[in-house]
């Protein structure tokens, strides 16, 4: 049995991008130029970069690391950056004590990575094996992946750290490129848990390094077309790295997933308008903008995921029972393509103005989980 299937799936989107292809498919571009805007291991302290520039070493001396923290949000902001097009994150991710994964009963324990003012890049639950009976959406995204406990952990209770006396930490990579042209980038790394205090569970980060690339990775056509198969992989892993390679490949991997979904993707003022009404203060608006969503399919999985975290608990109800259900209207593997390449162009296109949003004069900005 695999017990590092997201390494294993990412070893397979490399060998998607480098396989041996026909001479005509091969030509392109040389390589990006890329200058490291920062890179920390913790090995001595943290600047005022950092919001909370907290750093420990692991219980048995073996690693040093920002942290730990509890259900906050901690932020890195940069300044100054030179001409770029691309941004390209490396981070090591310390899960620490009692992780419950996607578990209802004491989860989920949820752990984020998002642009300030931007997109979440990565929105996931780490569950340890002791403790997560429904698995953990890493390597995938919450609430729509599950796999088994500590999936694509680079390492497993290596350091130090306890849990009612038993060992419970693992380490997640995480490589994620990303359209950035700003003279300015704030990651927002946060998490929230089910429980009052970082005695159950705490995170920390491990070397972390932001780079910043002049271009987009460049793809042949035949290179998009594996990596579109790969979106619909049954494994979470494969699809979810799969994603992130076209993420990386900027507007040829935009144009290319705009002829695949021609036809396919409902207007985005319309879905955030309805995402809204879920808000509404009248029942049967609720619903009418539940089945309306639920019509649309996996191709709203993007603006789903957004509204995931939203601090109305009626709204979060309702986009995780959608995001359970959207690969219903077709089968899993191309619901699953299709939501991944619909997230992608999202990703792609963050900074592109968007369009306005009509939102119903009715719906409140919170509203507590109402009967009819």
Known sequence: MNRFPALTAYAAILLALTAPLPARAQSRPAGSRVVVAYHNDFSRQAGKEWSQPTVARSPNDSASLLGPFGGETVSLSLTGLGKHAMVRLSVDVYAIGSWDGSAKTYGPDIWQIAVHNGPVLLRTTFGHKDHSREGQAFPGEYPEDQSPPMSGAMAVNSLGYLWQDRPTDATYPLTLTFPHSGETLRLDFSAVFNTLGKDDESWGLGSVRVELLDRPEPLSQ???????????????????????????????????????????????????????????????????????????????????????????????????????????????????????????????????????TTVPATAPATQPDREP
């Open 222 to 356: 035949a290179r998009l077309a594996r990596l579109w198969e790969l979106l619909g992989d049954e494994d979470a892993g494969t699809s979810f790295w799969a994603m992130w390679a076209l993420v990386g490949a900027g507007p040829d991997a935009a144009k290319f997933l705009d002829g695949q979904l021609t036809g396919k993707l409902p207007p985005t003022r319309e879905v955030r308008a309805l995402i809204a009404q879920l808000d509404d203060v009248e029942w049967n608006k609720r619903e009418e903008a539940s089945k309306a969503l639920a019509a649309y399919g996996a191709v709203v999985k993007p603006e789903l995921l957004e509204a995931a975290g939203s601090v109305s608990l009626e709204v979060r109800s309702r986009v995780e029972e959608l995001l359970r259900t959207a690969n219903q209207k077709s089968s899993a593997g191309e619901a699953r393509r299709l939501g991944r390449a619909a997230r992608a162009l999202r990703l792609i296109r963050w900074q592109e103005p968007p369009l306005p």
